[in-house]
């Protein structure tokens, strides 16, 4: 039988954390000044990246972690400082020049990873997998992942109908109050992982 409190309980986890609506004006800053087709292209291959990541640590997580020696916060920490040098190219306004955005598939970093399959998603994927019983669980566990992801690239797939509504100043705008937004997240991320480290000492 399908465990919806299972399906229920991973997708409100996971939906708060990769957040869906906050992705959006990250994701059409990262993307600005790309043909539509690109942009849609972007979208698809940030999500597909993002379920990679999650699939490969929701099957074996805990142990790729165990055989390189890492721990959770110190995969906090390394992807909040990642998160923080693209808030400051964004809030510097660095991602304006072509060079710096034409050259450059976004859509698998920052966007596939660590935005979207970030460390908190990907802790809470591996103790969701451990935690399942039988096959009923499994595949609760898997369909609140793939709704997820199907969630992510909606969201993403229909914001650039924004792009055209808000023109090149609100892009700029947008670039902004995106980059206040991720370096946000980005601390607060660096914090838990510290915070993590401190308890455990």
């Known amino acids: 039988m399908f465990d919806f409190a299972v399906f229920g309980s991973l997708f409100l986890t996971l939906f708060v954390i990769m957040d869906p609506p906050g992705i959006t004006p990250i994701f059409l800053a990262l993307t600005s000044g790309r043909p539509a087709k690109v942009q849609r292209r972007m979208a698809w291959q940030a999500v597909c990246v993002a379920f990679g990541v ?22 906090m920490i390394a992807g909040g400082l990642l998160l923080l040098l693209i808030a400051l190219d964004l809030l510097t306004g660095k991602t304006d020049e072509p060079k710096q955005t034409k050259d450059v598939n976004v859509a698998l970093v920052p966007l596939g990873m660590p935005l979207l399959a970030g460390p908190g998603a990907i802790v809470s994927v591996i103790l969701a997998v451990q935690k399942a019983d039988g096959v009923s669980g499994q595949l609760s566990v898997w369909s609140a992942i793939i709704a997820m992801h199907v969630v992510l690239w909606i969201t993403m797939r229909y914001s650039l109908v924004i792009i055209r509504v808000i023109k090149d100043g609100g892009v700029v705008l947008v670039t902004r109050l995106a980059g206040m937004m991720l370096s946000a997240i980005a601390v607060q991320q660096i914090i838990n992982g510290v915070l993590q480290v401190v308890r455990g000492a």
């Open 54 to 75: 999650i699939a490969v640590f929701g099957v074996c997580g805990q142990q790729i972690l165990d055989y390189l020696h890492v721990s959770v916060p110190a995969l």
